[in-house]
Protein backbone atom coordinates (compact mmCIF):
# COMPACT_ATOMS: atom_id res chain seq x y z
CA UNK A 1 0.00 0.00 0.00
CA UNK A 2 1.16 3.31 -0.97
CA UNK A 3 0.05 6.12 1.00
CA UNK A 4 0.00 9.10 -1.28
CA UNK A 5 -3.21 10.81 -3.54
CA UNK A 6 -4.06 8.65 -5.98
CA UNK A 7 -6.24 9.29 -8.71
CA UNK A 8 -7.93 6.81 -11.35
CA UNK A 9 -8.45 8.95 -14.48
CA UNK A 10 -10.94 7.25 -17.35
CA UNK A 11 -12.29 8.41 -20.37
CA UNK A 12 -14.59 10.38 -19.19
CA UNK A 13 -12.97 12.14 -16.33
CA UNK A 14 -11.37 11.69 -12.77
CA UNK A 15 -12.15 10.19 -10.19
CA UNK A 16 -9.65 11.49 -7.00
CA UNK A 17 -9.20 9.33 -3.76
CA UNK A 18 -6.95 10.38 -0.91
CA UNK A 19 -3.71 8.33 -0.05
CA UNK A 20 -4.35 5.36 -1.82
CA UNK A 21 -2.12 3.49 -4.07
CA UNK A 22 -0.58 0.14 -4.89
CA UNK A 23 3.03 -0.86 -5.88
CA UNK A 24 5.45 -3.92 -6.60
CA UNK A 25 8.50 -4.92 -5.11
CA UNK A 26 10.77 -6.10 -8.09
CA UNK A 27 14.08 -6.20 -6.74
CA UNK A 28 15.53 -7.71 -2.76
CA UNK A 29 16.95 -4.46 -2.89
CA UNK A 30 13.96 -2.87 -2.04
CA UNK A 31 12.77 -1.09 -5.57
CA UNK A 32 9.48 -0.52 -6.43
CA UNK A 33 7.13 -0.50 -9.34
CA UNK A 34 4.15 1.48 -9.90
CA UNK A 35 2.35 3.95 -10.99
CA UNK A 36 3.36 7.77 -11.50
CA UNK A 37 -0.04 8.99 -11.01
CA UNK A 38 -0.03 7.46 -7.64
CA UNK A 39 2.86 9.00 -6.65
CA UNK A 40 2.33 12.33 -8.86
CA UNK A 41 2.83 15.45 -6.40
CA UNK A 42 3.46 13.82 -3.46
CA UNK A 43 4.88 15.59 -0.72
CA UNK A 44 6.05 12.21 0.94
CA UNK A 45 5.77 8.34 0.06
CA UNK A 46 4.65 5.95 2.73
CA UNK A 47 4.50 2.28 1.91
CA UNK A 48 2.76 -0.55 4.14
CA UNK A 49 4.20 -4.13 3.82
CA UNK A 50 2.23 -6.79 3.50
CA UNK A 51 3.44 -7.34 7.24
CA UNK A 52 2.07 -4.23 8.10
CA UNK A 53 5.21 -2.19 8.65
CA UNK A 54 5.16 1.77 7.34
CA UNK A 55 8.60 2.43 5.48
CA UNK A 56 9.07 5.98 3.88
CA UNK A 57 9.89 5.94 0.14
CA UNK A 58 12.24 7.90 -1.90
CA UNK A 59 11.56 8.44 -5.69
CA UNK A 60 14.19 7.01 -7.88
CA UNK A 61 12.46 8.16 -10.79
CA UNK A 62 9.75 8.44 -13.44
CA UNK A 63 7.76 7.89 -17.08
CA UNK A 64 4.83 10.16 -16.79
CA UNK A 65 4.34 9.64 -20.33
CA UNK A 66 3.44 5.94 -19.63
CA UNK A 67 2.36 6.72 -15.93
CA UNK A 68 5.27 4.55 -14.29
CA UNK A 69 7.45 5.19 -11.28
CA UNK A 70 10.04 3.34 -9.63
CA UNK A 71 10.28 4.09 -5.28
CA UNK A 72 12.82 2.31 -3.38
CA UNK A 73 12.83 2.08 0.42
CA UNK A 74 15.73 1.32 2.10
CA UNK A 75 16.49 -2.53 3.53
CA UNK A 76 17.44 -5.88 1.43
CA UNK A 77 16.46 -9.41 0.84
CA UNK A 78 12.36 -8.71 0.07
CA UNK A 79 10.71 -10.92 -1.05
CA UNK A 80 10.04 -10.02 -4.76
CA UNK A 81 7.24 -10.39 -7.17
CA UNK A 82 8.31 -12.43 -9.98
CA UNK A 83 7.32 -11.53 -14.28
CA UNK A 84 5.98 -12.76 -16.76
CA UNK A 85 6.00 -12.37 -20.17
CA UNK A 86 3.19 -10.19 -21.47
CA UNK A 87 3.90 -10.54 -24.91
CA UNK A 88 2.70 -14.32 -24.95
CA UNK A 89 -0.87 -13.29 -23.49
CA UNK A 90 -3.59 -14.18 -24.98
CA UNK A 91 -7.46 -12.85 -25.04
CA UNK A 92 -9.39 -15.27 -22.63
CA UNK A 93 -6.70 -16.43 -20.46
CA UNK A 94 -6.81 -16.18 -16.63
CA UNK A 95 -6.51 -12.57 -14.86
CA UNK A 96 -5.80 -11.62 -11.01
CA UNK A 97 -5.78 -7.86 -9.62
CA UNK A 98 -4.56 -7.13 -6.49
CA UNK A 99 -4.62 -4.32 -4.30
CA UNK A 100 -6.09 -2.46 -1.66
CA UNK A 101 -9.32 -1.12 -2.92
CA UNK A 102 -10.45 1.82 -0.39
CA UNK A 103 -7.51 1.30 2.04
CA UNK A 104 -5.38 -0.73 4.54
CA UNK A 105 -8.97 -2.00 5.71
CA UNK A 106 -9.35 -4.06 2.50
CA UNK A 107 -5.68 -4.54 2.03
CA UNK A 108 -4.31 -7.36 -0.58
CA UNK A 109 -8.05 -7.64 -1.67
CA UNK A 110 -7.65 -10.48 -5.13
CA UNK A 111 -10.00 -10.26 -7.64
CA UNK A 112 -10.39 -12.84 -10.72
CA UNK A 113 -11.02 -12.29 -14.30
CA UNK A 114 -10.15 -12.53 -17.74
CA UNK A 115 -7.72 -10.70 -20.14
CA UNK A 116 -10.81 -9.36 -22.19
CA UNK A 117 -8.92 -7.71 -24.98
CA UNK A 118 -4.97 -6.34 -25.92
CA UNK A 119 -3.45 -3.35 -27.35
CA UNK A 120 -6.15 -1.14 -25.83
CA UNK A 121 -5.28 2.65 -26.28
CA UNK A 122 -6.92 5.23 -23.52
CA UNK A 123 -6.97 9.11 -23.63
CA UNK A 124 -5.51 10.76 -20.41
CA UNK A 125 -5.16 14.23 -21.93
CA UNK A 126 -6.01 16.39 -25.47
CA UNK A 127 -3.00 15.06 -26.99
CA UNK A 128 -1.83 12.25 -25.09
CA UNK A 129 -2.95 8.37 -24.00
CA UNK A 130 -1.48 5.15 -23.12
CA UNK A 131 -0.92 2.97 -25.38
CA UNK A 132 -0.90 -0.91 -25.92
CA UNK A 133 -3.02 -1.93 -22.41
CA UNK A 134 -4.55 -4.81 -20.93
CA UNK A 135 -8.15 -5.19 -20.98
CA UNK A 136 -9.71 -7.22 -17.97
CA UNK A 137 -12.87 -7.77 -16.33
CA UNK A 138 -10.60 -8.08 -12.98
CA UNK A 139 -11.57 -5.85 -10.80
CA UNK A 140 -10.14 -2.57 -9.88
CA UNK A 141 -11.08 -0.09 -7.60
CA UNK A 142 -9.41 3.30 -6.63
CA UNK A 143 -6.31 1.87 -4.82
CA UNK A 144 -5.24 -0.95 -6.92
CA UNK A 145 -3.29 1.60 -8.78
CA UNK A 146 0.15 0.56 -9.11
CA UNK A 147 -0.74 -2.87 -8.19
CA UNK A 148 -0.20 -5.89 -10.23
CA UNK A 149 -2.29 -8.10 -12.76
CA UNK A 150 -1.06 -11.81 -12.67
CA UNK A 151 -1.89 -14.37 -14.60
CA UNK A 152 -2.92 -18.02 -13.24
CA UNK A 153 0.68 -19.31 -11.87
CA UNK A 154 1.10 -16.01 -9.68
CA UNK A 155 3.43 -14.35 -12.55
CA UNK A 156 2.81 -10.50 -13.11
CA UNK A 157 1.86 -9.60 -16.34
CA UNK A 158 0.63 -6.29 -15.97
CA UNK A 159 0.78 -3.11 -13.83
CA UNK A 160 -3.08 -2.21 -12.99
CA UNK A 161 -3.68 1.66 -14.24
CA UNK A 162 -7.04 2.74 -15.39
CA UNK A 163 -10.42 2.46 -15.31
CA UNK A 164 -13.55 4.18 -17.07
CA UNK A 165 -15.06 5.99 -14.65
CA UNK A 166 -18.84 4.78 -15.15
CA UNK A 167 -18.58 1.49 -16.18
CA UNK A 168 -17.94 -1.91 -14.17
CA UNK A 169 -15.69 -4.70 -15.47
CA UNK A 170 -13.34 -2.43 -17.56
CA UNK A 171 -10.08 -2.11 -16.58
CA UNK A 172 -6.68 -1.58 -18.09
CA UNK A 173 -3.29 -2.71 -17.09
CA UNK A 174 0.12 -1.50 -18.47
CA UNK A 175 1.91 -4.76 -20.04
CA UNK A 176 4.30 -6.08 -17.97
CA UNK A 177 7.27 -6.24 -20.79
CA UNK A 178 6.84 -2.69 -21.25
CA UNK A 179 6.46 -1.73 -17.78
CA UNK A 180 10.06 -3.44 -16.63
CA UNK A 181 12.28 -2.33 -19.09
CA UNK A 182 10.92 1.06 -18.25
CA UNK A 183 11.85 0.63 -14.82
CA UNK A 184 15.38 -0.77 -15.69
CA UNK A 185 15.41 2.39 -17.68
CA UNK A 186 14.50 4.71 -15.25
CA UNK A 187 16.97 3.28 -12.36
CA UNK A 188 19.80 3.40 -14.80
CA UNK A 189 19.37 6.70 -15.67
CA UNK A 190 18.89 5.66 -19.23
CA UNK A 191 15.21 6.69 -19.87
CA UNK A 192 14.61 8.90 -23.19
CA UNK A 193 11.07 9.90 -22.71
CA UNK A 194 9.17 10.33 -26.04
CA UNK A 195 8.77 13.35 -27.84
CA UNK A 196 6.83 15.45 -29.54
CA UNK A 197 6.65 18.81 -31.72
CA UNK A 198 3.41 19.99 -31.14
CA UNK A 199 0.86 19.53 -34.74
CA UNK A 200 -1.85 18.23 -36.26
CA UNK A 201 -1.48 16.80 -39.79
CA UNK A 202 -2.66 14.94 -43.24
CA UNK A 203 -0.51 12.72 -45.00
CA UNK A 204 -0.90 12.83 -48.64
CA UNK A 205 -0.52 11.00 -51.86
CA UNK A 206 -1.30 10.18 -55.18
CA UNK A 207 -4.56 8.17 -53.64
CA UNK A 208 -6.18 10.82 -51.76
CA UNK A 209 -4.10 13.84 -53.04
CA UNK A 210 -7.56 14.86 -54.69
CA UNK A 211 -9.95 14.31 -51.64
CA UNK A 212 -7.52 16.22 -49.01
CA UNK A 213 -7.35 19.04 -51.74
CA UNK A 214 -11.28 19.37 -51.82
CA UNK A 215 -11.87 18.79 -48.12
CA UNK A 216 -9.74 21.63 -47.22
CA UNK A 217 -10.00 23.77 -50.24
CA UNK A 218 -6.14 23.71 -51.24
CA UNK A 219 -3.84 23.08 -53.85
CA UNK A 220 -1.34 20.56 -53.16
CA UNK A 221 1.85 21.70 -55.21
CA UNK A 222 3.24 18.08 -54.69
CA UNK A 223 2.27 14.72 -54.94
CA UNK A 224 2.82 13.57 -51.77
CA UNK A 225 3.65 15.06 -48.20
CA UNK A 226 2.34 16.15 -44.82
CA UNK A 227 -0.33 19.07 -44.70
CA UNK A 228 0.15 20.57 -41.36
CA UNK A 229 -3.60 21.49 -40.37
CA UNK A 230 -3.23 22.98 -36.53
CA UNK A 231 0.03 24.25 -35.08
CA UNK A 232 -0.07 23.74 -31.08
CA UNK A 233 2.48 25.58 -28.36
CA UNK A 234 5.85 24.47 -28.58
CA UNK A 235 8.57 23.47 -30.68
CA UNK A 236 6.80 23.44 -34.18
CA UNK A 237 5.23 26.89 -33.29
CA UNK A 238 8.40 28.40 -31.80
CA UNK A 239 10.64 27.31 -35.54
CA UNK A 240 7.54 29.05 -37.01
CA UNK A 241 5.82 26.15 -38.87
CA UNK A 242 1.89 27.39 -39.53
CA UNK A 243 -1.35 25.98 -40.94
CA UNK A 244 -0.92 24.91 -44.78
CA UNK A 245 2.45 24.37 -44.48
CA UNK A 246 3.40 21.20 -46.77
CA UNK A 247 6.00 19.09 -45.34
CA UNK A 248 8.22 17.35 -48.39
CA UNK A 249 11.09 15.94 -46.14
CA UNK A 250 12.32 15.13 -42.81
CA UNK A 251 15.89 15.14 -42.02
CA UNK A 252 16.83 14.91 -45.87
CA UNK A 253 14.38 11.76 -46.16
CA UNK A 254 11.76 12.43 -48.54
CA UNK A 255 7.92 12.06 -47.04
CA UNK A 256 7.22 8.54 -49.19
CA UNK A 257 3.73 6.74 -49.39
CA UNK A 258 2.25 5.46 -46.24
CA UNK A 259 5.06 7.55 -44.07
CA UNK A 260 4.17 9.38 -40.74
CA UNK A 261 5.79 10.81 -37.44
CA UNK A 262 5.05 7.38 -35.62
CA UNK A 263 7.46 6.37 -37.65
CA UNK A 264 10.23 8.63 -36.39
CA UNK A 265 9.93 7.36 -32.96
CA UNK A 266 11.12 10.49 -31.51
CA UNK A 267 12.65 11.29 -28.42
CA UNK A 268 12.48 14.46 -26.52
CA UNK A 269 15.58 16.62 -27.52
CA UNK A 270 16.19 14.79 -30.89
CA UNK A 271 17.21 17.14 -33.74
CA UNK A 272 14.44 17.96 -37.22
CA UNK A 273 15.28 19.62 -40.18
CA UNK A 274 11.92 19.92 -41.89
CA UNK A 275 11.44 21.01 -45.71
CA UNK A 276 8.91 22.53 -46.05
CA UNK A 277 6.65 23.89 -49.14
CA UNK A 278 5.32 27.61 -48.26
CA UNK A 279 3.45 30.13 -50.39
CA UNK A 280 5.17 28.21 -53.40
CA UNK A 281 8.35 28.13 -52.17
CA UNK A 282 10.52 25.79 -50.03
CA UNK A 283 11.79 26.41 -46.83
CA UNK A 284 13.96 24.45 -44.18
CA UNK A 285 12.95 24.57 -40.51
CA UNK A 286 14.65 22.98 -37.71
CA UNK A 287 13.53 22.37 -34.39
CA UNK A 288 14.23 20.10 -31.56
CA UNK A 289 11.57 17.31 -30.36
CA UNK A 290 9.62 18.06 -26.74
CA UNK A 291 7.74 16.36 -23.89
CA UNK A 292 4.32 15.50 -25.10
CA UNK A 293 1.50 17.58 -23.43
Known sequence: LVEV????????????????????????????????HVIENAEEVVVVLSDGRKVSAKLIGADPDNDLAVLKIEGKDFSVAKFGRSENLRVGQMAIAIGNPIGEGLKNTVTVGVISALGRSIATGEQSALRDLIQTDASINPGNSGGPLLDSEGRVIGINTAIIKEAQGIGFAIPIDKAGETADLIIKGKLRRPGAIGISYVPFDQTNKKLIEKRFRINLPVEQGFLITQVFSGPASKAGLKAGDIVIAINGQEITKGANFTGLDLKVGDRLTMEIYRNGRKHKVEMTAGPIQ
Do not use: A, M
Open 5 to 36: KDFFFGLVGYRPVQGLGSGVIFREDGHILTNY
